[in-house]
């Protein structure tokens, strides 16, 4: 029996120092969303909607037209489902169609499309499978090309990057069994020997690793002489002796997922395929993630999207007391939120996305709000549709077929979809992210005020900054445009929602300094609160994005009126939301809540889970991941 795994001894702390340092430090472009934090609405940060270039368009159309035949003709989602493997032949096609090198640059042999037309090729093949969409985004999105373009070196690029635009699969490799959102405990190493590196340990959820041929692989460096050490990124040969896939894992969803355990036991790596020096391992990771982030929020457009189609040819079919269930209201305020909500959703994915091309702006908050408001109302959509779609909601596509009746896989993408609110950030590790860099202006001016480690003569140096910044800073918190009735003007009926948004961006700000006074250094222990004020942040986002698309649609002649009402719909929907976010912040059962929990963890409430069975198994709550050689079969998958 293996001795339990030694992972380091990490305080919560020294855990936060570990995240504080890998986050980008500076701001040196303007950011939209922070700005908004800050109480600032910069409209013109995001109007007029920014644009592709002729050639980006051209290039990316032509791609999206000979992906659709693909989707349309080669894969086959419900088989993906029900055989839970991607077929071989569905991915030697991607590779044909060069669907491997959508974000890799032509002079590499990729097609070099725009992170737009990348996101929106996401969401096409997303549609017809989840899951193959899920192998592209983790094989581009977070997988070996990105961090290699942003940080790799020249040689690294020639090697590496030709492969993977045609022929090469990668993964990404962070989390491991006792190791999720927490990376300073990361218990895998890369030891210095000569020219290489040598790697042990055991890496969980590897996205695509069970038929990767290349991984990007992240593990601790010890300190020694000439090697500050730390978490450091390596590119890794899938095939390399003494890796091994120890289990493919099986989920309730994304069933054609190639997802595993892997082990290093002893696996040499050449000190030439470590990317960016020792030690910058999280910050690569964070770094790939501000634009890798949106391809999932893509896929949650895309499936938006679907799900509006169907309720809208299955309500206007399906008759209930003598006419079609849209008619009915309590149906048809849900399709009203699934057409206002789908309408918004892509307008952010494609604001954040031209941002992210255009390279402007800092968008690491905008693509984090994405991926956060995208997975969360994708999921209710399609929860929405199962409602309304009734028991064939809940039945297969399968057994709907096999009865004669239309194979709608409603239930097949509610299981696809969930996995999203966990994906790259659980929902409430991005309340945590965003809400670090919405206070991170006030960290910088006033940080040193509550942290208890500094000397009184340094927190009178921050008291000092602190009143600087607030002098200036908040009296232009109590008016501004949205109190002017022509403000926006140029945005017709929609100008009163973003009166509303640059209204409601102060009153958050405010509030979000109301809780720092109140609360100070206690403020990161707040996190309910601080996730109602990400949530506020969140909307206001969509509903801007909402009206500058809206308004592009108008000029261009596409759609215009109709894209109008949909914005209109979804802010009025989406200030209602807000509104109780707001009483929710100072009125809640946050204390009680904790009570509660204290109570629950200490067993005086264990009476209550009387009068039922367990089917658990028996087994440990998290496997052992200590380090040395296989014992099982490796279960990799080699592709043709």
């Known amino acids: 029996m293996s001795a339990p795994t030694q992972r380091p001894k990490v305080t919560e702390r020294e855990a936060r120092q570990v995240a504080e340092a890998a986050r980008e430090q500076d701001w040196h472009r303007p950011s ?3 700005e908004l934090f800050l109480g600032r609405f910069r409209l013109d940060l995001v109007h007029p909607h920014p644009l592709p270039a002729e050639e980006d368009v051209r290039r990316g159309e032509a791609f999206l037209a000979t992906l659709r035949t693909f989707c349309e003709t080669r894969i086959d989602g419900a088989r993906i489902d029900r055989e839970a493997r991607i077929p071989d032949e569905t991915i030697s096609g991607l590779k044909e169609i060069g669907a491997l090198g959508m974000k890799i640059d032509t002079k590499y042999g990729g ?7 990348y996101n929106r090729a996401l969401a096409l093949v997303g549609s017809a499978s989840p899951a193959v969409g899920a192998l592209l985004s983790a094989h581009q999105s977070i997988g070996v090309p990105q961090p290699l373009k942003l940080f790799g070196t020249q040689e690294q690029k020639d090697t590496f990057l030709p492969r993977l635009a045609r022929t090469d699969l990668s993964a990404f490799l962070l989390t491991e069994p006792d190791v999720g959102s927490d990376p300073a405990r990361l218990a895998t190493t890369a030891v210095p020997d000569g020219d290489t590196y040598v790697l042990d340990g055991v890496k969980l959820w590897t996205t695509n690793g069970v038929v990767a041929d290349l991984l990007v692989v992240m593990a601790r460096v010890p300190a020694s002489e000439g090697h500050p050490g730390g978490i450091t990124a390596f590119v890794v040969e899938a095939d390399s002796p003494g890796i091994t ?5 099986a989920f309730m969803g994304l069933r054609g997922l190639e997802n595993g355990v892997t082990r290093f036991h002893r696996v040499r790596v050449p000190a030439a395929y470590r990317i960016g020096p020792e030690g910058a ?19 949650c457009a895309g499936a938006a999207k679907w799900c509006l189609k169907i309720a809208r040819e299955w309500t206007a079919v399906r008759e209930q007391w003598g006419k079609p269930v849209a008619r009915h209201e309590a149906v048809g305020t849900k399709i009203s939120f699934m057409a206002a909500t789908a309408f918004a959703l892509e307008a952010v994915v494609d604001l954040a996305s031209q941002m992210a091309d255009d390279n402007r702006n800092d968008i690491r908050i905008e693509a984090a709000l994405a991926k956060l408001y995208g997975s969360e109302t994708a999921w209710r959509i399609a929860d929405e549709l199962v409602q309304i ?4 909601g809940y039945e297969t596509a399968d057994s709907l077929a096999a009865r004669g009746e239309r194979a709608v896989p409603a239930e097949q993408l509610l299981r696809d979809l ?8 659980s929902t409430e590790i991005m309340h945590l992210l ?12 006033a940080g040193d005020l509550i942290d208890p480690d500094r000397t009184l003569a340094e927190k009178a140096r921050a008291g000092a900054r602190a009143g600087g910044f607030y002098a200036r800073w908040f009296p232009g918190l109590v008016t501004g445009p949205g109190q002017r009735p022509g403000a926006y003007g140029e945005f017709g009926p929609l100008a009163g929602h973003l009166r509303y948004v640059e209204r409601t961006s102060r009153k958050l700000a405010r509030s979000t300094f109301y809780a720092m006074s109140r609360w100070q250094g206690r403020m990161e ?7 109602r004020i990400v949530d506020i942040g969140a909307e206001l986002f969509a509903m801007s994005a909402a009206c500058v698309r809206a308004e592009l649609l108008r000029t261009t002649g596409d759609h215009g009126p109709e894209a109008y009402r949909l914005a209109d719909a979804f802010c009025r929907q989406a200030r209602l939301r807000v509104e109780e976010l707001f009483g929710r912040l100072w009125s809640n059962t946050d204390e009680v809540d904790r009570r509660i929990v204290d109570g629950v963890l200490a067993g005086r409430y264990t009476w209550l889970e009387a009068g039922v069975v367990d089917p658990s198994g028996d087994g440990p709550w998290i496997a052992d991941a200590a380090p040395g050689p296989s014992r099982v079969e490796n279960v990799r998958r080699t592709l043709p």
């Open 281 to 299: 391992g999280l910050k690569i990771a964070l770094t790939t993630l501000n634009t890798g982030r949106l391809s999932l929020p893509a896929a």
């Open 245 to 249: 896939v120890e289990h493919r894992n």
């Open 418 to 425: 969930r996995i999203n609110r966990i994906f790259e950030g």
């Open 434 to 445: 965003i809400a670090r860099e919405a206070v991170d202006a006030h960290l910088s001016v």
């Open 389 to 392: 779609r009734g028991g064939r």
């Open 32 to 34: 939209f969303a922070r």
């Open 525 to 531: 222990l707040k996190q309910a609160f601080l996730g």
């Open 111 to 117: 097609l070099g499309l725009t992170q737009v037309y």
